[in-house]
């Protein structure tokens, strides 16, 4: 009888463990929450994405919205924030005016297309004039903060809530 318990524990403690070392039904192990705050020559960033690359390469990204200046991070479920490591950062707002689009409208009777057919035209094809409005967009920071590999930003996120992450980026 003794036996069967020793067993038993032995096959129930690393299962246990196993189940509490995980972080959620997403299979990733656990997230720490990260926030903070994004400026831009010292004033709030108002809006714009940040994204957490991992530095090796290897894992998870993370990523969030920047609004009002404020950030906190994603990797699977909303605000979960990201696993423990070293990032590289990058941060990306641009101002895209769907409203200056051209869709380039070709007319089978020809001339140019009147304002109601562009109106049209654009509720048709909302994912074309969204393409075409980002495509265009013009950034509100330096380019070079767009991309982890060229923005210089970099951050490393620990076991715990990692409040206060923030970034101040200059021309």
């Known amino acids: 009888m003794m036996g069967k318990t020793v067993v038993s524990l032995l096959v129930a403690v690393p299962v246990a463990a196993a189940v509490v070392g995980c972080g959620d039904s997403s299979g990733l192990a656990r997230r720490y ?9 010292g004033k709030p960033l108002q809006r714009g994405t940040i994204s957490f690359a991992p530095a090796d390469g290897k894992g998870r990204a993370a990523g969030g919205t920047i609004t009002d200046g404020r950030y906190s991070l994603t990797t699977h479920d909303p605000d979960d924030g990201a696993l423990p490591g070293k990032y590289k950062v990058g941060i990306l707002a641009k101002e895209a005016d769907s409203s200056k689009v051209d869709l380039k409208i070709k007319k089978l009777r020809g001339g140019p297309a009147t304002e109601a057919e562009k109106k049209a035209m654009a509720a048709v094809y909302p994912q074309k004039v969204a393409a075409r409005a980002a495509a265009t967009a013009k950034n509100l920071i330096p380019a070079r903060y767009s991309s982890p590999e060229t923005s210089g930003l970099a951050v ?13 980026l200059k021309d």
């Open 33 to 41: 929450p990260v926030s903070g705050t994004v400026t831009y020559n």
């Open 156 to 168: 490393e996120v620990k076991e715990q809530s990692n409040t206060g992450v923030d970034f101040e």
